[in-house]
């Protein structure tokens, strides 16, 4: 087990916490998540997650709330091992049901003392999930409900649970069946000379050995030839398996009348369930015992459900990496598609040749004669072929931005396909994250809108014009914007050739202007302003996916380590 970083502050903390408030917590994490992912091993941790819930709802925390509560006993095997008729035989009556047909226990049967029965039919204690009604009930019609019994030849502080068949060919009969044998404080297994070697047997033994229980083991139908034969390899299995202090009782082979053994037959086992059970103290002792040994048990199965967990975490996080890797790969060529002039060609070029070649661009330059004047002068109306210039830089770099982030959503759908756990995910998604979002188009017309406005900002805040130059020229902020976009996306005219991903028509022109240094810093500011731009775009592209990750409720990285902490308080408090 993996404790808190500051132990100090989590045992003290612990500490004024009484038990039942502290397994509360654990209960609360342990159902604050699901395994949502495919890996290895996910359904048998689903598996652990609900066993470690049921038994804390069950059995535990009822247990730890009252603790002066009766004895249950759970009797559990195979189809036909013969719990009723032993059920039967203990209390001298047919309470449960026996027959030929299988599985026979479809109800699930307690047995209880008078003085008792209105505990078991109290809703709020063990087995809370379960509903109540007052025996004898027709079986096979009570559903997931209890059929308490009163019997006067039980002792007082003794209940006897006749769970359906762990083989049932019902499957909710084996969520029942578990169920109960996590509720117990003895599990008492039934199986016959003829099957005690099916695997079955040895998982619901084994299982019971892992969980803790106090445990009683019936082998009956014994046949009286051979008989001591069987026993002696059944106590050698029993002894390889961890298991020989278990409590074991034999029945030999006879005749069952009435649903009933002869009472002889039974009376070890009877015998043993009086004794552990008319002592208080002695019935206490087993209750703390097998309440001890499974929250000793508590001490692997978290951690190891918190491993489980920290795999979806790592699943998680493996599939964002996939989403930021995508995004970051088309950001990367973006930003080389505006260095190396592959965006400035047809329509683009076609207008930047109208521009500069028609003498626009010579009369956005003001020559003074010498004369003081204002920057500019007074605000002309724009020219059309700069409009229209305008218009094709923001259009191709629209489309260019949106091209990138349809094949960034593509390329993420293609990581999580390669991937069982992203491949569930995108189940029912494709068509949607699989493209850019409906939206894109709308917010990247308005950042490169945006953009362009910044660059004839800077060009007026920044642009300070050279000296040597100043007395003579003014110019168009506006213009000049273009011609540095231009400059920054590498094309000059179709006839100059472009050397450093820079265009050499608008770099000598700006160059004259500025200087070097003063252009440098101008670029540097309007290419990363241009890069933050389109990363916030991508940024809200990409937490779709993320969304598809909240919204399938895959666990973050502090769900285990709030696991980790509630297993370690438990220690801490216990």
């Not at 004895?71 to 195979?78: E, T």
């Not at 070890?268 to 208080?280: N, Q, S």
């Not at 592209?541 to 438990?570: C, H, K, M, S």
């Amino acid at each position: 087990m993996t404790p808190p970083a500051d132990q100090g502050a989590v045992k003290r903390a612990a500490i004024s916490l009484p038990l039942d408030e502290v397994l509360a917590d654990l209960r609360d994490q342990i159902a604050s998540f699901r395994f949502v992912l495919d890996a290895p091993g996910v359904k048998e941790a689903g598996v652990t997650q609900q066993d470690l819930l049921n038994q804390l709802d069950d059995y535990v925390l009822p247990r730890v709330r009252r603790t002066d509560s009766p004895l249950l006993v759970v009797l559990s095997g195979s189809t036909g091992a013969g719990k009723s008729t032993l059920v039967n035989t203990l209390v001298g009556a047919r309470v449960s049901a026996t027959g030929v047909l299988r599985p026979t226990t479809s109800s699930p049967i307690l047995v209880c003392h008078p003085d008792d029965a209105d505990w078991w039919l109290d809703e709020r204690y063990v087995l809370p999930g379960f509903g109540r009604v007052l025996g004898p009930a027709a079986d096979a019609v009570v559903g997931d409900q209890l059929v308490i019994m009163k019997s006067d030849v039980l002792p007082k502080g003794l209940a006897l649970l006749d769970s359906p068949d762990v083989d049932s060919v019902f499957e909710e009969h084996h969520d029942f069946a578990a169920q109960f044998l996590a509720a117990a404080d003895v599990w008492m297994c039934v199986t016959t000379a003829a099957r005690y070697a099916d695997a079955q047997v040895w998982r619901l033994l084994n299982r019971a050995r892992d969980h803790g229980a106090t445990l009683g083991i019936v082998l009956s139908r014994v046949p009286v030839e051979g008989g001591d034969e069987v026993i002696g390899y059944f106590s050698e299995m029993l002894k390889d398996n961890g298991l020989e202090q278990a409590a074991q009782f034999t029945i030999p082979e006879t005749r069952v009348s009435g649903g009933m053994l002869p009472a002889e037959t039974a009376g070890d086992v009877h015998a043993w369930l009086t004794g552990i059970t008319e002592d208080e103290d002695g019935r206490a002792a087993v209750i703390r015992s097998t309440l001890g040994s499974v929250l000793d048990t508590f001490r692997t199965r978290v951690p190891e459900l918190a491993k489980r967990l920290e795999e979806q975490v790592a699943l998680r996080t493996m599939l964002r990496e996939e989403v930021e890797a995508a995004y970051a790969t088309a950001l990367a060529e973006l930003d080389e598609a505006t260095r190396n002039g592959s965006l400035l060609r047809g329509e683009v070029l076609a207008r930047w040749q109208d521009f500069a070649g028609t003498g626009d661009l010579v009369r956005a330059l003001h020559v003074r004669r010498g004369q003081a004047g204002h920057r500019g002068g007074r605000r002309r109306r724009t020219p059309a072929r700069l409009r229209s210039l305008k218009i094709a830089l923001r259009s191709g770099l629209e489309s260019l931005v949106v091209a990138a982030a349809q094949h960034a959503a593509e390329d993420t759908v293609g990581r999580w396909q390669g991937r069982s756990a992203g491949a569930e995910l995108l189940a029912g998604r494709v068509d949607v994250l699989g493209r850019a979002s409906a939206q894109l188009s709308r917010r990247t017309a308005r950042a490169v809108s945006a953009w362009q406005d910044h660059i004839t900002e800077l060009i007026r805040t920044e642009g300070v014009t050279k000296r040597s130059v100043a007395k003579f020229v003014s110019y168009d902020d506006e213009a000049l914007s273009l011609v540095m976009m231009v400059g920054l996306f590498g094309f000059g005219t179709s006839d100059v050739a472009v050397e450093g991903g820079t265009s050499a028509v608008p770099q000598r022109l700006l160059k004259a202007l500025f200087g070097a240094e003063s252009l440098r810093s101008m670029s540097a500011k309007a290419r990363a302003d241009l890069r933050g731009r389109i990363g916030m775009l991508f940024d809200e592209e990409a937490i779709r996916f993320g969304q598809a990750l909240d919204g399938a409720g895959v666990p973050d990285e502090t769900a285990p380590v709030q696991l980790y902490q509630a297993t370690y308080n438990l220690e801490v408090a216990r």
